[in-house]
């Protein structure tokens, strides 16, 4: 099972400013993975795929890079309804598909 | 409105079963692959089961395999999860999500339920 480890747990930053959340998986899953942001009370939303592919509606302040091992979203100028917990999710090898423990994104 | 509403959730103690449902509303069902994936109270994700668009294919996360069974109507939009020997470890919020790519499955998850909540307790 590929174990997905995301850092840092916790990220705080102020709106307007930008957010660069990591994950690691432990073993090569190609660019096999996504990003999700989940809200208190919310079922998650999907924001980026394969990696680097904005999900359909998601705007362009969120990014995602790497390949591999290493994965990071960037989300630039960060707005209030940013804050919120992220989760990267694998699919190289399956079953299960895995998600990271997440990181929470907290206002400074 | 496009929406994915589950249903079945509730108390149900050590050892019972419970079945859940996810009624597609709104979107394109029939097509695509179906998904289950939980979280406990406070903790993170956790994908349960999958199932093919048309119902002929299925795969299950270790710790439900052989517990869990999850099919589908697609005459009635719907989506099903049979739960049975039901454990306090299986307390979670269930949500049912729709696999990203049509006919085929990709294992990302572009729509989502809001999700139904089962307790296990006694």
Known sequence: EIVLTQSPDTLSLSPGESAILSCRASQSISSYLAWYQQKPGQAPRLLIYDASNRATGIPARFSGRGSGTDFTLTISSL???????????????????TFGQGTKLEVK | QVQLVESGGGVVQPGGSLRLSCTASGVTFSGYAMHWVRQAPGKGLDWVAVIGYDGTNEHYADSVQG?????????????YLH????????TAIYY???????????????????????????
Not at chain 2, 67 to 79: A, Q, W
Not at chain 2, 83 to 90: F, G, H, K, P, Y
Not at chain 2, 96 to 119: K, M
């Open chain 1, 79 to 97: 707005e209030p309804a940013d804050f919120a917990v992220y989760y990267c999710q694998q699919r190289s090898n399956w079953p299960p598909y």
């Open chain 2, 67 to 79: 517990r869990f069974t999850i099919f589908r109507d697609n005459s009635k939009n719907t989506l």
């Open chain 2, 83 to 90: 739960m049975n020997s039901l454990r306090t470890e299986d």
């Open chain 2, 96 to 122: 049912c999500a729709r696999d990203l790519w049509n006919t085929g499955w990709s294992g990302f998850l572009d729509l989502w339920g809001r999700g139904t909540l089962v307790t296990v307790s006694s």
